[in-house]
């Protein structure tokens, strides 16, 4: 009776197991094909996929253009396809081998040690590609690659994509038409603009494969592509791919090995070039970082901020003298002399602004925050707004906010007051404020927000929308304290020992401000690391150019920020003669 039992119960649990099977079955072949599981699988592309092979010509994702229209990332590659079973076909093996110039045995060999499609890019002309194509042969193609540019210039920038199927479900819910083998924008501005770059259809080889994944050679090749002129859309930045590769070979060639640049056009308040370095991997891409978008302790850069508030108060008297042998906490050190206002930012005198900074403050607790505000120095400065169908849409990617202040208590603190003043304690600015602040003080005081976009463009190239050279919204510094900081600026490089008198003989006239902040952290030697910026802007007569270069986390003496700046200016100068 047990041993009956025994047989009965494990007879229903292998019914029961059965039908769960079959039950699972029929949800993977009858009624969840198209959608299957919450990545909405499509099973039967996916199977179709397993059985065949592809050579993908293009993705099809949208391009990024600098402002001459030249692509950044990829490039056009002339290139050969030639099937395996060409080697079978003798008469076509030699007309093909006779327009490539090679020996038809050279290519047999070839095509023999391969189970899939042979691509050939050495020496291909536009000829060889028209003849390769005239013989209208399915085992021979000949075609532009869309390539990734090895160069992958402004990487941290423009960014890059990854597969995602996760995070491609979730951004586009509606989108159940792109395979989750379809690569997304994960970071810089294939993140931002991910919406206007994902692909419609890519351009491809298909072929079918037997069970081992050899080729079908009795299957014709299909060949697939975009149909739709208008795509895929290109988004053609304010970047100029010459002063880019400037850049990144200048901070590559003077050892800056943390840190980076960033180049604005004054007038059109855009970005002609960002560079942030170390560069990112494959490897280590979760770790990377647009330094020029993070904030930073700026060090003295930030004097120009409460010299503007004094300005607007009235104390920038020229006859006011600073006691500069003392440290920033009034106690003697003797490395400077007695200055005037002028002298102290030139020669950037601690003592002078914290003595600055306490006094306005003792009369008006916010002033260094909101004169922070109004250059800038506080809020993002990227290009913000509505467009398409994305609210507040932005164009630079995890760009951070500024600071001014840690603790509200500290406004009564004079040694916290002292620290602030200088840009240390708990002030931080991204290099992208400080370019813009620069730009700002050049144009007069009027502060804009920042574009690295100018346009999303149609394939044909019409323009799908602009995005508009606009004012920032807030408070501006008045023209008369713009005009002001311009000549302090400028007597920072005129100045037989202001901080950034190396600038005298470039072929700009350069108007700037230096900064050194503490990090707090030493080397493996014991020797005290720093933040080492210099920013400004050229020519002084009719600016034109916002430049920042920062090296950060290194010793005082081996910092390149002042080498690095200097060829930048001269490079940017060589490169304007030669475009215009």
């Not at 047990?2 to 009965?8: G, Y």
């Not at 007879?11 to 079955?25: E, N, S, W």
């Not at 992208?432 to 190239?461: F, H, S």
Request: aromatic content about 8%; some cysteine.
């Amino acid at each position: 009776m047990r041993k009956k039992r025994r047989i009965q119960w494990t007879g229903a649990i292998i019914f029961i197991l059965l039908l769960g099977l079959l039950a699972r079955l029929a949800e993977i072949q009858l009624f969840f094909t198209e959608s299957f599981s919450k990545l909405d699988i499509n099973l039967i592309q996916e199977s179709v996929r397993q059985r065949t092979e592809e050579v993908v010509i293009s993705d099809g994702r949208g391009e990024f253009l600098d402002r001459n229209g030249k692509r950044l990332l990829t490039k056009e590659q002339p290139a050969v396809i030639l099937f395996p079973f060409l080697q079978y076909d003798l008469p076509h093996l030699k007309q093909t081998a006779s327009i490539l110039h090679m020996e038809p045995e050279e290519l047999k060999r070839k095509l023999s040690k391969t189970k899939k499609p042979l691509i050939l890019k050495n020496d291909i002309t536009k000829k060889k590609l028209k003849d390769i194509n005239d013989m209208k042969y399915s085992g021979v193609y000949g075609v532009y690659m869309k390539e990734k540019d090895k160069k992958r210039l402004a990487l941290q920038t423009l960014g890059f994509t990854s597969e995602n199927p996760e995070l491609l479900r979730k951004r586009y819910p509606d989108k159940k038409e792109l395979s989750i083998r379809t690569e997304i924008g994960t970071f810089g501005l294939e993140s931002t603009f991910d919406e206007f770059l994902l692909p419609e259809q890519d351009t491809k080889l298909l072929y079918h494969v037997d069970g081992k994944g050899n080729p079908l050679f009795g299957m014709d090749v299909k060949y697939t592509a975009e149909a739709n002129s208008f795509y895929p859309l290109q988004v053609q930045t304010t970047m100029d791919e010459e002063m880019q590769v400037e850049m990144e070979n200048i901070l590559k060639e003077q050892g800056v090995k943390k840190g980076g640049a960033v180049l604005l056009d004054i007038q059109n308040s855009s970005v002609l070039a960002m560079a942030s370095v170390p560069s990112v991997t494959s490897k280590n891409r979760h770790k990377a970082r647009n330094y020029m978008l993070t904030a930073f302790s700026p060090g003295s850069v930030f004097k120009t901020a409460v010299l503007a508030a004094a300005i607007e108060k009235n104390l920038d008297k020229p006859h006011t003298m600073y006691d500069c042998r003392k440290n920033l906490y009034g106690e003697p050190e003797g490395k400077q002399d007695v200055m005037n206002l002028s002298e102290s930012f030139a020669q950037s005198c601690n003592y002078t602004f914290a003595t600055l900074a306490e006094k306005m403050i003792q009369t008006d607790p916010q002033i260094i925050e909101q004169t922070a505000t109004k250059l800038g120095l506080i809020d993002r400065v990227g290009w913000e707004g509505d467009v398409y169908h994305k609210e507040q849409f932005k164009q630079f990617d995890r760009e951070e906010t500024g600071n001014v202040w840690g603790d509200k208590r500290d406004k009564h603190v004079k040694k916290a007051i002292a620290q602030t003043a200088i840009g240390q304690k708990n002030v931080k600015t991204t290099p992208l404020q400080i370019a813009n602040m620069m730009a700002t003080i050049a144009r007069g005081g009027e502060r804009r927000e920042v574009r690295i976009a100018d346009k999303v463009l149609y394939q044909n190239g019409t323009t799908m929308l602009s995005f508009q050279n606009k004012r920032a919204q807030g408070e501006n510094i008045d023209r008369y304290t713009a005009q002001k900081l311009q000549r302090y600026l400028r007597q920072v490089v005129t100045d037989e020992k202001g901080t950034g008198r190396r600038f005298q003989d470039l072929p700009f006239k350069v108007a700037g401000k230096s900064g050194t902040s503490q990090t707090g952290s030493k080397d493996k030697k014991g020797n005290t690391l720093y933040h080492k910026w210099f920013a400004g802007y050229f020519p002084m007569e009719k600016p034109k150019y916002a430049l920042v270069v920062v090296h950060l986390d290194e010793t005082s003496g081996r910092a390149k920020t002042n080498d690095a700046f200097y060829d930048i200016v001269k490079k940017v100068n060589e490169i304007e003669k030669k475009q215009t």
